[in-house]
């Protein structure tokens, strides 16, 4: 009996030797929601946005932020947006406003479309796909149509934006996507 109770303790060290060992290869999904509308989204190259000048429909409109990181924006020129948050975005465009332009202006900015996300490999329509509030792996996946019969269902790549390399992630339907990131379903190994 004694033999069977080290046996068993010696299989379940083993079993979890191996599970350790197995997460420090796998990362876990980033903890970040994917909820654009959070106070710490950067604005990027692609986003279109709505600003609102109150009292001033010639200054309000809708604009797109260029490759460069910037929105021409009337009176001030180019303002640069790129990884700006919309509130420190909405603070520069008013100060800027505020120079010379208008007494006291109160502006509203908001984004209307974020930048686009890609997705490539394994997948039956890979490319470029819109971006939406609460987006999941799972979801861009079906967007695309699907997985292959070839497809790695367990792991993912995601290269996010502004990012030079790409990180591995176990595959789980709360696997956020973020604007602009670009995930790579892999072929699975037999």
Excluded: W
Excluded at 129 to 139: A, G, H, I, K, M
Excluded at 144 to 165: E, L, Q, V
């Amino acid at each position: 009996m004694t033999r069977l109770i080290v046996l068993f303790v010696c299989v379940a060290q083993i079993a979890l030797a191996g599970c350790a060992q197995v997460s420090g290869i796998m990362k876990k999904p980033p903890e970040v929601r994917a909820s654009a509308m959070s106070a710490e989204y950067q604005l990027g190259p692609a986003d279109k946005m709505r600003v609102l000048v109150f009292d001033e429909p010639n200054l309000s409109g809708e604009f797109v932020v260029s490759g460069a990181g910037q929105v021409s924006y009337p009176l001030v020129g180019d303002v640069m947006a790129q990884g700006l948050t919309v509130a420190e975005f909405q603070g520069e465009l008013q100060s800027r406003l505020a120079a010379g332009y208008l007494r006291d202006p109160r502006v509203s900015v908001e984004v209307l479309a974020y930048r686009p996300f890609y997705i490539l490999g394994e997948v039956n329509k890979p490319g470029q796909y819109p971006f939406t509030d609460d987006l999941t792996v799972l979801n861009a996946v079906a967007g695309a149509s699907g997985f292959t019969y070839r497809a790695n269902t367990k792991r993912i790549f995601i290269r996010h934006a502004g990012s030079a390399a790409e990180t591995e992630y176990t595959l789980t339907s709360t696997t956020p996507v973020l604007p602009g990131d670009t995930i790579r379903v892999a072929e699975r190994f037999f």
